[in-house]
């Protein structure tokens, strides 16, 4: 089965880096994640990714 790709954007490193393992290791994601919203969305844009998890509160 081919993996989807997640665009994770949080700017709380660890945790941005916990979701992505999770996301990797007990589902069936390729996970790319940034800390920084401008990042975030230059990834969005050239990566193409099947999602995108991005907090609500990102400063």
Partial sequence: MTKKRILVIDDEVNLGF????CLEEF???EALTTDNPNEGL????????????????IV
Avoid: F
Wanted: charged share 20%; net charge negative; aromatic share 8%.
């Fill in 18 to 21: 916990v979701i992505s393992t």
């Fill in 42 to 57: 230059s990834l969005a844009q050239t990566e193409k990714p099947d999602a995108i998890l991005l907090e609500k509160w």
């Fill in 27 to 29: 589902g069936n994601w």
